[in-house]
């Protein structure tokens, strides 16, 4: 058996004097101690970190037709055992984990990304983790897989744009936990909060420290709108939001984020929901997601400083397929409950420039021509900072019951129909607003727009009507499709909405039922 060689994992050998100072503070412990970025880990990296660090556990993680992750845990027996399941991967049963395999022909392989790998941060013994790829029993990739069906999307962009989509999402979630009765926040007003009015922006934080660690490109944290108490217990909304990276990558974070935040939660006490809806009135999670088309490295969504023929081709084809795009973004039946008017969640098919109301907003992208850091620190000389790498626009209508994967893979699906699409422009400019359609006095405009589907089950009947977009150039498999159309209706809910409006203990029944979703 090989000599196993431990050393804290802060600790970078000597030889690394000439370290690369971009990657000697990167937060990910793996890339610290090997210098060099994850997209490039081979496995004699991995086997070396192991062997270095004192590793004695690895984790294969792989998301599953439930939406979460589901783990293998492996002890490191000999360097000849690691090598065998770092080379081979291992069997699963597929009929467990995904509903669309038959028990008869269950097996399948999930083959370890080493680009994905990070130190657990919950684990007592010294433990590797890595998400993994699924394969059949022919060693090819399973066709309806999720991270597969993404990678497929992301392939058919390219293919037929000769560009690069690029996602980033803005995870929301509440903290549960019982209420001190100390510096009480206002209802409904907890944007940015600080402490001690916002409760767990420590909690937020240590998330986002583990996130990062793992991988995960963060771009800020803070407190969100949502804030309430019930029954002597503080319900308080967070959000991480990501930086925007390749949209599988995006995916894959996003995935461990909700993994990290859940077994920390588990750690202190808390309760945790991603839920679209907990209750009447109140402020509904999200889990908005931003998109850029790149070339070459650079952002081609903004042309001479306003947005391009680019992004709005790709708007349009949200616009085109946005009611299907539910069947991956809002898959039960509480997420219809979150859109409704007035809550800063869409309702209708439109889209326009730093508007809540709509359904694809374009943010704010720096492309002002005034040197705000100049103004602001009159010592600073003039920065001629490049602001076009911001801009993105952002699908605001998908929660955290989304199947993340099958709902980055849509939104690239739909961006790319855009550009297949005849008069994609005339599109983009019929579907613009720029006012907030729910005042009364824009009541025409709002009449005007296409409405967003009200349950899971006219969710799935969108979804059968422009299935044959997806399937195209065998993104989503048609076994998928079926999939998710027989589960959307399976709950039964086409009228469930009217049926149980102002009803509080059949919405609470509701709201258990799914509180856990995703």
Not at 28 to 40: G, T, W
Not at 73 to 99: K, M, Q, W
Not at 126 to 155: H, I, Q, V, W
Not at 221 to 227: D, I
Request: aromatic share 10%; proline share 4%; hydrophobic share 40%.
């Amino acid at each position: 058996m090989a000599t196993v060689v431990c050393c804290p994992l802060s600790v970078v050998p000597k030889k690394k004097k000439n370290m690369n100072k971009d990657l000697s503070l990167n937060p990910n412990k793996i890339v610290a101690y090997l210098q060099k970025p994850c997209k490039e880990f081979t496995k004699a990296d991995i086997v070396r970190y192991i062997k270095e660090t004192g590793i004695r556990m690895v984790n294969f993680m792989y998301p599953a037709g439930d939406g979460r992750l589901k783990t293998l845990n492996f002890v490191i027996n000999n360097e000849a055992y690691l090598d065998a399941i770092l080379t081979c991967g291992e069997r699963v049963d597929g009929s467990s984990l995904f509903p669309f395999i038959e028990a008869g022909s269950s097996d399948l392989y999930v083959l370890p990304r080493f680009s994905t790998a990070f130190v657990d941060p919950f684990a007592e013994l010294p433990t590797l983790s890595m998400l993994c790829s699924y394969f059949n029993k022919d060693g090819e990739p399973l066709e309806s897989s999720p991270e597969n069906t993404l990678r497929k999307a992301c392939r058919a962009f390219h293919e037929v744009t000769g560009m690069d989509f690029q996602a980033m999402g803005e995870l929301e979630y509440y903290v549960i936990a019982p209420d001190s009765g100390m510096f009480a926040a206002t209802d409904q007003k907890g944007y940015h909060e600080s402490a001690p009015y916002a409760k767990f922006n420590e909690f937020r934080t240590q998330c986002m420290a583990y996130i990062a660690q793992a991988g995960g490109q963060i771009k800020y944290g803070h407190s969100e709108v949502g804030n309430f108490t019930i029954d002597g217990m503080i319900y308080e909304q967070n959000e991480i939001e990501f930086l925007p990276v390749d949209a599988c990558d995006a995916a894959d974070q996003l995935m461990v984020a909700k993994w990290i935040i859940r077994n920390l939660a588990y750690k202190h006490g808390y309760d945790i929901t991603f839920a679209p809806k907990i209750t009447a009135g109140k402020a509904g999670s999200g889990l908005h997601i931003h998109m850029r088309i790149v070339k070459d490295g650079q952002n081609q969504m903004l042309d001479g400083g306003v947005l391009s023929a680019t992004a709005r081709k790709a708007i349009a084809g949200m616009m085109q397929l946005a009611p299907s795009i539910t069947a991956f973004g809002n898959t039960n039946p509480t997420s219809y409950f979150r859109l409704v008017p007035h809550q800063e969640a869409p309702t209708n098919i439109c889209w326009g420039d730093r508007n809540r109301s709509v359904l694809v907003r374009v943010p704010l992208g720096w492309a002002a021509k005034s040197d705000m850091c100049q103004i602001a620190n009159p010592l600073e000389a003039v920065s001629n900072y490049d602001t076009t790498q911001k801009q993105t626009v952002e699908m605001r209508s998908p929660d955290g019951s989304a199947d993340i994967y099958q709902l980055i893979a849509g939104l690239a699906v739909a961006c790319r129909y855009g550009f297949e699409l005849e008069g994609a422009l005339d599109i983009a400019e019929k579907t613009y607003v720029n006012v907030n359609i729910h005042q009364k006095e824009n009541a025409d405009k709002l009449n005007s727009l296409a409405c967003l589907p009200d349950s899971c089950e006219a969710s799935a009947d969108c979804l059968e009507g422009q299935r044959e977009a997806f399937e195209k150039y065998g993104v989503f498999s048609s076994a998928m499709i079926d999939g998710i159309i027989k589960r959307l209706r399976s709950y039964g809910d086409r009228t469930l909405r009217a049926d149980i409006n102002g009803n509080q203990e059949e919405m609470l029944k509701l709201v258990h039922r799914y509180f856990h979703c995703g």
